[in-house]
């Protein structure tokens, strides 16, 4: 088992910033991808990056392309999602995912997910 825990959310103003980390302990943590979900209010939880076990490929959606940017350092064992030019839309619960094999950006490829942290962007 693999056990992940999130921190790093809040409020913040549109423009701002902020950095999600993901803990990562258990199993061991080689050969995972990770991975960032989001889920708003009403909505369905989506894909918003995944990066491999090596950080040489990173995904994004498009509506983050640009603005977000995820990193590891499996020297921690811990994952990161620095969010930039934060709008209005990006508020929702973000999740920390894992998994082993290739990357995914679908939800019921994870097997492993954090509790989330909540961001709230203010317009």
């Known amino acids: 088992q693999v056990q992940l825990a999130e921190s790093g959310g809040g409020l913040v103003q549109a423009g701002g910033s902020l950095r999600l980390s993901c803990a990562a302990s258990?199993?061991?943590?080689?050969?995972?991808?990770m991975g960032w979900f989001r889920q708003a209010p009403g909505k369905e939880r989506e894909f918003v990056a995944a990066?491999?076990?090596?950080?040489?490929?990173?995904y994004y959606a498009g509506s983050v392309k640009g603005r977000f940017t995820i990193s590891r350092d499996n020297t921690k064992n811990a994952g990161y999602l620095q969010m930039n030019s934060l709008k209005s839309e990006d508020t929702a619960v973000y999740y920390c995912?894992?998994?082993?094999?290739?990357?995914?950006?679908?939800?019921?490829?994870?097997?492993?997910w954090g509790q989330g942290t909540q961001v709230t962007v203010s317009s």
């Open positions: 995912a894992a998994k082993y094999g290739g990357w995914s950006e679908t939800t019921w490829a994870y097997n492993y």
């Open positions: 258990g199993r061991t943590f080689s050969g995972l991808v």
């Open positions: 990066i491999t076990w090596g950080g040489g490929s990173t």
